[in-house]
């Protein structure tokens, strides 16, 4: 048996919460606030800190259930203990499974907002996940409401030419970890009243459930021994290690 301590994004939390339960290892989950990728250095400061403070006795590896996340985990040092990091782009990766699963529905809809009860529940907005970019057009437009009142922020957009300019669809994954009615009633106001289309998926946690059991294939996560750093490799394997 295995001990491991996890560091992720509370969006990923009832997820990795309810596999830690049923892993044959012992996992530490330690969570840190959705939104951070917003600012890749201060979520790379806080997770190296969160690495730096697990004792060589704490743990036999790191587990990072994060993707590269705006650059937010290049840079990351493994100290005295293994780092062990999923082979992704973002969380969306980790909500669907798999990078085949991301990139398929990255090809045919790239201007996508996702949402998951997950999310929501731990969000103060019904601001989604951006497939490519975080969701700061969202958050300006309910700044311009809040000021302005509706019909002025819509113009303002529009002249702007911000709004709508990348996003054409909204997709709600359903995780099956939380009363998904109301939220997924968020996410079909929001895409009704953008003119977007909307899509229901069920999620996989294949890939955190292969995170936390220990089951570290090198094709979709990457292992960083200590006194290596993580940094940006290829298009296929998107990150490698190298010492420092």
Not at 110 to 137: H, K, Q
Request: charged share 20%.
């Amino acid at each position: 048996m295995n001990r491991y301590v996890a560091l992720t994004c509370s969006a990923l939390a009832r997820g990795l919460y309810a596999l830690a339960a049923t892993s044959p290892n012992i996992v530490t989950v330690h969570l840190f606030d959705q939104g951070l990728h917003n600012t890749p250095r201060n979520l790379r400061n806080l997770l190296q800190s969160g690495i730096d403070a697990i004792q060589p006795d704490q743990a036999d590896t790191i587990l990072l259930a994060y993707g590269i996340c705006g650059t937010s985990t290049l840079g990351l040092v493994a100290r005295h203990t293994p780092l062990v990091i999923p082979r992704a782009h973002d969380c969306i990766t980790l909500y669907l499974g798999s990078r085949q699963n991301y990139d398929q529905e990255f090809s045919a809809h790239p201007g996508t907002y996702w949402y998951s009860a997950d999310y929501l529940e731990r969000s103060n907005s019904s601001i989604g996940l951006g497939a490519s970019t975080p969701g700061m057009i969202d958050s300006v437009y309910e700044e311009y409401v809040e000021r302005f009142g509706k019909d002025n922020a819509d113009y303002l957009m529009e002249v702007m030419g911000e709004w709508g300019k990348h996003y054409t669809r909204a997709v709600f994954i359903d995780t099956g970890q939380a009363d998904t009615q109301n939220y997924e009633a968020v996410a079909r106001d929001q895409a009704q009243r953008r003119g977007w289309l909307f899509e229901r998926k069920e999620g996989n946690r294949r890939l955190l459930e292969m995170l936390v059991n220990g089951q570290w294939n090198e094709d979709e996560f990457l292992v960083v021994p200590p006194g290596h750093v993580v940094r940006q490799a290829g298009p296929d394997n998107l990150i490698e290690s190298v010492p420092l």
